[in-house]
């Protein structure tokens, strides 16, 4: 029966803050409690064995009383004997410097009775290795020179034991996944030559196993299928691996053809050290969803059958998470995986998440020109407008989904950002209501000659600058206004403008500089991600040398380079607030930064790719980030945590888009689908399916009723978002068991499909009054 162990969530690190006026430090998190090693819990309430069959330790015989001090040592020393005869010389070794125990003590201590039936009594080999080590590294204390140390052991065969000071209490550590312990894990504990007749067998016994069973099993064979192979490449069963890989990996889902081939290149013990994909299938385990009724049938065929070195697998790499009720089909199946590792758990998306819109300050807004050229429908634009600027009815009551107004700090509004709202309110008033019968125009800016090639596209909120960055490592702006684009005027000439004029903001341009084009120089590698600031005085770029830098648009000079990543950085984006910017990369981490500061705020945790995609959320106070782990993680900017998983595209995540309101996600993939996600319950509630290649860019209108999308095939799609998000099946027990029923054709929601020449979509935008903005550099193939 699989042990359904309870794994420690993701803690993010976090840099301390040497400024006031920045987000606190999250409260210190209690170090995870050590999982039991050996038999274990499940979610029923059983125990987990080692398949129904392992022999029951002996009991101690009796004999003389022994000190609790001496019977600690003695644990401590059964433990180190079985980790030399087990040939871990490497754990071995840390054990016995963290004790403080020479080598000849190890002979020196005779074990008593007790130790003896700690590590098994008779000696009988029906448990393996691991259970043998895991049963004694389960002695909840080890003395060692009189302090007590806790055991605790994330990978079976190798345990971590921390010395504690005297007079402090235990401490709780757990072992980092080096290499030698990942591997350790794959001993060889069966008969190579009867690994294909195991697989066989269980693969006969699902595919004859009643429908409603078939579908929830059968996601049993690609974790297995890895683990096996791993398990017979290891132990250098070079020839047998081979003929086992080419039996079954056919057999497998083809959105796992991937990672097959990373697999498939894995052929000898030595091209297994240092493999990220092996370690990451290792150290995570792969997470199966499956109902009460068919684990019962798992369980008994196995038992039956007395298949341990399945059972084994099962056991050790797998978490099963098990709910009560109807199995779910095929289609919900496949819906909801295809990720690195699995499903989430269903633990894993209960957070509470404040997805309502912080209230904004209230404005005195001038509109004269409301009642301009008789638009009978301008009404209902001013009604919209709270959606993108959370003010008129927003503002007068509180969101009961917002979170605390004072939950993060956040930037005050300066004059200039008020007269930029007011601006952005008189827009809204134009706004055009979108609609299946009203669809947006669509401009489209195509980039000719683009440098060795555009590799990222952003446009202001105003719509009055687009920045391109390109593979030669520029980052270029363009006005797209009559308004062209000045610097600032020199010291020297400075010194003579009139200060108190009223157009002292104008007279300090140099008209001089003034073109269409500015290009700034200091990158040194292509430049994956721009963003400008809400304000339009600041840009940022992000580049495969590790950087991201923060470029003002005043003078068109870098003001600040922050490094922290190590490798290239994909994606970096603004806070809708500014002050505030995300940054993610090849290092598989996303990192939370300020602008005054040249360190990060947070570093967010937990992805087993690189990160490549990020976005805030419209009220700052979370952050979605996208990876090549083909999964979606939402992240909580006050404390850190991972507060939603969401897993169900088939390919790494290229585009992120929160809906106006902040209580939908939208994402899109190199799988060519569009998938819809309620944040509230933590549910996948839409899937678009229509675009042939990778998604790249997706945005909803300003008042929510139209996502658009852009993607590689050289089209851009427009949807219908309201008829998408009602009538929502919401309630306990889809969400307790993630039942989704999502409809069978997404076409009814596809409203139009807009074809360039041979331009990929790499940006959309829409403006403040719903007209919409593409962007691509046009391709000659």
Same mark, same amino acid.
Not at 33 to 41: Q, T
Not at 290 to 303: A, E, G, N, P
Not at 712 to 718: A, F, G, I, W
């Given at each position: 029966?699989?042990?359904?162990?309870?794994?420690?969530?993701?803690?993010?690190?976090?840099?301390?803050?040497?400024?006031?006026?920045?987000?606190?430090?999250?409260?210190?998190?209690?170090?995870?409690?050590?999982?039991?090693?050996?038999?274990?819990?499940?979610?029923?309430?059983?125990?987990?064995?080692?398949?129904?069959?392992?022999?029951?330790?002996k009991?101690? *015989?009796?004999?003389?009383?022994?000190?609790?001090?001496?019977?600690?040592?003695?644990?401590?020393?059964?433990?180190?004997?079985?980790?030399?005869?087990?040939n871990?010389?490497?754990?071995?070794?840390?054990?016995?410097?963290?004790?403080?125990?020479?080598?000849?003590?190890?002979?020196?201590?005779?074990l008593?009775?007790?130790?003896?039936?700690?590590?098994?009594?008779?000696?009988?080999?029906?448990?393996?290795?691991?259970?043998?080590?895991?049963?004694?590294?389960?002695?909840?204390?080890?003395?060692?020179?009189?302090?007590?140390?806790?055991?605790?052991?994330?990978?079976?065969?190798?345990?971590?034991?921390?010395?504690?000071?005297?007079?402090?209490?235990?401490?709780?550590?757990?072992?980092?996944?080096?290499?030698?312990?990942?591997?350790?894990?794959?001993?060889?504990?069966?008969?190579?030559?009867?690994y294909?007749?195991?697989?066989?067998?269980?693969?006969?016994?699902?595919?004859?196993?009643?429908?409603?069973?078939?579908?929830?099993?059968?996601?049993?064979?690609?974790?297995l299928?890895v683990?096996?192979?791993?398990?017979?490449?290891?132990?250098?069963?070079?020839?047998?691996?081979?003929?086992f890989?080419?039996?079954?990996?056919?057999?497998?889902?083809?959105y796992?053809?991937d990672?097959l081939?990373?697999?498939?290149?894995?052929?000898?013990?030595?091209?297994?050290?240092?493999?990220?994909t092996?370690?990451?299938?290792?150290?995570?385990?792969?997470?199966?969803?499956?109902?009460?009724?068919?684990?019962?049938?798992?369980?008994?065929?196995?038992?039956?059958?007395?298949?341990?070195?399945?059972?084994?697998?099962?056991?050790?790499?797998?978490?099963?998470?098990?709910?009560?009720?109807?199995?779910?089909?095929?289609?919900?199946?496949?819906?909801?995986?295809g990720?690195?590792?699995?499903?989430?758990?269903?633990?894993?998306n209960?957070?509470?998440?404040?997805?309502?819109?912080?209230?904004?300050?209230?404005?005195?807004?001038?509109?004269?020109?409301?009642?301009?050229?008789?638009?009978?429908?301008?009404?209902k634009?001013?009604?919209?407008?709270?959606?993108?600027?959370?003010?008129?009815?927003?503002?007068?009551?509180?969101?009961?989904?917002?979170?605390?107004?004072?939950?993060?700090?956040?930037?005050?509004?300066?004059?200039?950002?008020?007269?930029?709202?007011?601006?952005?309110?008189?827009?809204?008033?134009r706004?055009?209501?979108?609609?299946?019968?009203?669809?947006?125009?669509?401009c489209?800016?195509?980039?000719?000659?683009?440098?060795?090639?555009?590799?990222?596209?952003?446009?202001?909120?105003?719509?009055?600058?687009?920045?391109?960055?390109?593979?030669?490592?520029?980052?270029?702006?363009?006005?797209v206004?009559?308004?062209?684009?000045?610097?600032?005027?020199? *010291?020297?000439?400075?010194?003579?403008?009139?200060?108190?004029?009223?157009?002292?903001?104008?007279?300090?341009?140099?008209?001089?500089?003034?073109?269409?084009?500015?290009?700034?120089?200091g990158?040194?590698?292509?430049?994956?991600?721009?963003?400008?600031?809400?304000?339009?005085?600041?840009?940022?770029?992000?580049?495969?040398?590790?950087?991201?830098?923060?470029w003002?648009?005043?003078?068109?000079?870098?003001?600040?380079?922050?490094?922290?990543?190590?490798?290239?950085?994909w994606?970096?984006?603004?806070?809708?607030?500014?002050?505030?910017?995300?940054?993610?990369?090849?290092?598989?981490?996303?990192?939370?930064?300020?602008?005054?500061?040249?360190?990060?705020?947070?570093?967010?945790?937990?992805?087993?790719?690189?990160?490549?995609?990020?976005?805030?959320?419209?009220?700052?106070?979370?952050?979605?980030?996208?990876?090549?782990?083909?999964?979606?993680?939402?992240?909580?900017?006050?404390?850190?945590?991972?507060?939603?998983?969401?897993?169900?595209?088939?390919?790494?995540?290229?585009?992120?888009?929160?809906?106006?309101?902040?209580?939908?996600?939208?994402?899109?993939?190199?799988?060519?689908?569009?998938?819809?996600?309620?944040?509230?319950?933590?549910?996948?509630?839409?899937?678009?399916?229509?675009?042939?290649?990778?998604?790249?860019?997706l945005?909803?209108?300003?008042?929510?009723?139209?996502?658009?999308?852009?993607s590689?095939d050289?089209?851009?799609?427009?949807?219908?978002?309201?008829?998408?998000?009602?009538d929502?099946?919401?309630?306990?027990?889809?969400?307790?068991?993630?039942?989704?029923?999502?409809?069978?054709?997404?076409?009814?929601?596809?409203?139009?499909?807009?074809?360039?020449?041979?331009?990929?979509?790499?940006?959309?935008?829409?403006?403040?009054?719903?007209?919409?903005?593409a962007?691509?550099?046009?391709s000659?193939?």
């Amino acid at each position: 029966m699989a042990a359904l162990h309870e794994e420690p969530a993701e803690v993010a690190a976090v840099q301390p803050d040497p400024d006031a006026g920045t987000p606190p430090p999250p409260p210190a998190v209690p170090p995870a409690a050590a999982p039991a090693a050996g038999p274990a819990a499940t979610a029923e309430g059983e125990v987990a064995g080692g398949g129904g069959d392992a022999a029951p330790a002996k009991p101690a *015989a009796p004999g003389p009383a022994a000190s609790p001090a001496a019977l600690d040592r003695q644990t401590l020393v059964a433990v180190l004997q079985f980790l030399r005869r087990s040939n871990l010389r490497e754990s071995e070794e840390i054990l016995r410097r963290e004790a403080r125990l020479l080598g000849d003590d190890l002979g020196a201590v005779a074990l008593s009775p007790a130790s003896a039936g700690l590590l098994g009594g008779s000696g009988s080999d029906a448990d393996s290795g691991e259970a043998l080590l895991g049963r004694a590294t389960s002695a909840a204390a080890v003395a060692i020179g009189g302090n007590v140390a806790t055991v605790a052991t994330s990978s079976p065969g190798v345990a971590a034991v921390a010395a504690v000071p005297p007079g402090k209490g235990a401490v709780v550590v757990e072992d980092q996944p080096d290499v030698s312990a990942v591997l350790s894990a794959y001993n060889q504990q069966g008969d190579p030559t009867l690994y294909e007749e195991y697989y066989s067998g269980l693969k006969h016994f699902i595919e004859c196993s009643l429908d409603c069973h078939r579908a929830e099993l059968s996601q049993l064979f690609y974790p297995l299928f890895v683990h096996m192979y791993l398990e017979l490449v290891y132990n250098q069963h070079e020839s047998e691996a081979k003929s086992f890989f080419e039996r079954f990996h056919g057999d497998q889902e083809c959105y796992y053809q991937d990672d097959l081939r990373v697999l498939s290149s894995l052929t000898k013990k030595e091209h297994m050290k240092g493999n990220e994909t092996m370690l990451d299938f290792r150290t995570s385990k792969f997470v199966l969803r499956i109902s009460r009724d068919s684990y019962q049938l798992l369980k008994r065929h196995l038992q039956e059958k007395q298949n341990n070195q399945i059972w084994n697998i099962v056991q050790e790499h797998l978490y099963i998470d098990i709910f009560d009720g109807m199995p779910r089909s095929k289609q919900q199946i496949d819906a909801m995986v295809g990720s690195l590792a699995g499903e989430a758990k269903r633990e894993a998306n209960k957070a509470k998440v404040f997805f309502g819109l912080l209230k904004e300050p209230e404005f005195d807004v001038p509109l004269d020109d409301e009642d301009e050229e008789g638009e009978n429908e301008e009404g209902k634009p001013k009604k919209k407008k709270p959606k993108k600027d959370n003010v008129g009815s927003k503002s007068k009551k509180q969101d009961p989904n917002a979170p605390p107004q004072n939950r993060i700090p956040l930037p005050e509004l300066k004059d200039s950002d008020k007269l930029d709202k007011v601006m952005n309110m008189k827009e809204a008033a134009r706004r055009v209501r979108l609609g299946p019968e009203c669809l947006p125009s669509i401009c489209f800016y195509t980039f000719l000659n683009a440098y060795q090639g555009l590799t990222a596209v952003d446009i202001t909120d105003d719509s009055s600058m687009i920045v391109g960055g390109f593979a030669d490592s520029t980052v270029r702006v363009w006005s797209v206004t009559p308004k062209k684009l000045r610097s600032v005027k020199t *010291a020297a000439d400075l010194s003579l403008i009139d200060k108190e004029s009223d157009d002292v903001l104008e007279r300090i341009m140099d008209e001089k500089t003034a073109s269409e084009l500015k290009i700034l120089y200091g990158h040194s590698g292509p430049v994956y991600g721009t963003s400008f600031s809400p304000d339009r005085n600041y840009l940022l770029s992000c580049s495969e040398d590790g950087t991201v830098r923060l470029w003002s648009l005043q003078t068109f000079t870098c003001l600040v380079g922050y490094k922290g990543h190590n490798y290239p950085v994909w994606d970096t984006q603004f806070s809708p607030y500014g002050y505030y910017f995300v940054s993610g990369g090849h290092d598989r981490v996303a990192r939370l930064w300020a602008t005054d500061h040249y360190q990060p705020l947070r570093i967010f945790a937990g992805h087993l790719a690189d990160v490549t995609c990020t976005r805030f959320h419209p009220n700052s106070n979370y952050i979605a980030t996208g990876s090549a782990d083909r999964t979606i993680r939402l992240w909580d900017v006050l404390n850190g945590n991972c507060v939603r998983i969401f897993t169900g595209h088939k390919g790494p995540i290229h585009s992120l888009a929160f809906s106006p309101n902040g209580r939908f996600l939208a994402t899109g993939a190199t799988d060519g689908r569009v998938l819809l996600w309620d944040i509230g319950h933590g549910l996948m509630v839409g899937e678009l399916k229509g675009h042939t290649d990778t998604i790249y860019a997706l945005r909803f209108s300003r008042d929510g009723e139209i996502l658009a999308s852009g993607s590689m095939d050289n089209t851009v799609r427009l949807w219908d978002a309201v008829k998408a998000f009602e009538d929502l099946e919401t309630d306990d027990f889809t969400t307790a068991t993630g039942h989704i029923n999502l409809p069978e054709n997404s076409q009814d929601l596809l409203l139009g499909t807009y074809m360039t020449k041979s331009t990929p979509v790499v940006h959309l935008h829409f403006t403040r009054r719903n007209l919409l903005l593409a962007a691509g550099a046009y391709s000659s193939q």
